[in-house]
């Protein structure tokens, strides 16, 4: 069963902040963030591993609720090169799969 | 160093025939996950192979076949196209073995249209 994303989608204005939760029904071993840009392939955010390391980009943070099996990342101070479609995959050990949410839309105005 | 790599990028079939696509994983990276993204169902996991065996599958039937070589590139086919299959075929690789602990590089995919 796919992580649930919320919102589906957001509309900023430059400089504001958003954030984007994902949640899942299953016990979880890490969890993914990607974001997507019209025609083109899934680029690599953040990874949050159970026991609470975090590997990414410095200017992006995300957290992960191990208990409650949800994640959610935090865009602050948005720029106009946020805007895209947001993915977070998750992963509970079988292997290096990952079960994608639908998608966060995330667009920001100048 | 050079990315991941997916070929041909653009494919038209029709109906009844089959397909066969290509990646080519980061150097060093022995993981290599094929994913269908479309409109409708979103990204979703086809199959995971790690050191030439298929390890992970997901939900899809069994026209949908993979491999993997010892030089860790990867190839998908799906037979007996039908139009649903229309989608982005899109491969990752990762350099982790399990448990998601490394980020997975994807390609610029595959847009297969199936008329």
């Known amino acids: 069963q796919q992580p649930v994303q919320s919102p589906q989608a957001v509309i900023l204005r430059e400089g504001e902040d958003a954030v984007i939760n994902c949640s899942s029904s299953k016990a979880l071993y890490s969890v993914h963030w990607y974001r997507q840009k019209h025609g083109e392939a899934p680029v690599f955010l953040m990874i949050l591993l159970k026991g609470g390391e975090q590997k990414g980009h410095d200017k992006i943070s995300a957290s992960f609720n191990e208990k409650k099996q949800q994640s959610s990342l935090y865009l602050t101070a948005s720029q106009l090169s946020y805007s895209g479609t947001y993915f977070c995959g998750t992963n509970n050990n079988a292997g290096n799969m990952l079960t994608f949410g639908g998608g966060t839309r995330l667009m920001v105005k100048p | ?115």
């Open chain 2, 1 to 115: 160093k050079a990315g991941v790599t997916q070929t041909p990028r653009y494919l038209i079939k029709t109906r009844g025939q089959q397909v066969t696509l290509s990646c080519s994983p980061i150097s060093g990276h022995r993981s290599v996950s094929w994913y269908q993204q479309t409109p409708g169902q979103g990204l979703q996991f086809l199959f995971e192979y790690f050191s030439e065996t298929q390890r992970n599958k997901g939900n899809f039937p069994g026209r949908f076949s993979g491999r993997q070589f010892s030089n860790s590139r990867s190839e998908m086919n799906v037979s007996t196209l039908e139009l649903g299959d229309s989608a982005l075929y899109l491969c990752a690789s990762s350099l982790s073995t399990s448990g998601g602990y490394n980020e997975q590089f994807f390609g610029p995919g595959t847009r297969l249209t199936v008329l």
